[in-house]
């Protein structure tokens, strides 16, 4: 019978200690943000998803078409086609998919590209109801210039 009121005691006492630092924190500044409207500024070091370099003079992608990005990923996500024009000293990239969906953001592909075409984005907000929007299928238009 004492160890029942006890154990009531108890429950009241923490109880009493939880609805106490309840009260304290209700008065404080709040934590969260009011997300669509406002929304954090991204750490220099954040790693976010792999995004393809370019010249900045040419405006063409880095990538030299070594492959080297695409047998590093454990994923098998990236998917690499290039071609080497008549008189060009090296290939040039023709078609670049990267899948959103099932890349694990390891970053082998970036340590491993030699010619630092590869780097992680600073954008976090990546939300889409479509699959399509995660699959970057669509560099053939980018590499013939438009951005």
Do not use: W
């Amino acid at each position: 019978m004492i160890k029942y009121f006890q154990e009531i005691i108890e429950g009241a006492y923490t109880l009493a200690v939880g609805m106490g630092i309840t009260f304290v924190r209700m008065f404080r500044r709040r934590v969260t943000l009011d997300y669509p409207y406002r929304s954090l500024t991204m750490t220099a070091r954040y790693r976010g998803h792999i995004e393809l370099k370019r010249d900045e003079a040419t405006g063409q992608p880095k990538c030299v078409v070594c492959m080297a990005c695409q047998k590093a990923c454990p994923s098998n996500c990236i998917k690499l086609d290039g071609q080497k024009p008549e008189g060009a000293p090296r290939k040039v990239l023709t078609s670049y998919m990267l899948d959103f969906t099932t890349c694990s953001l390891c970053g082998l592909c970036v340590e491993s590209c030699k010619f630092d075409a590869l780097t992680f984005s600073h954008d976090y907000n990546l939300t889409s109801m479509r699959k399509e929007d995660y699959q970057t299928m669509d560099l053939l238009r980018r590499v013939g210039g438009a951005k």
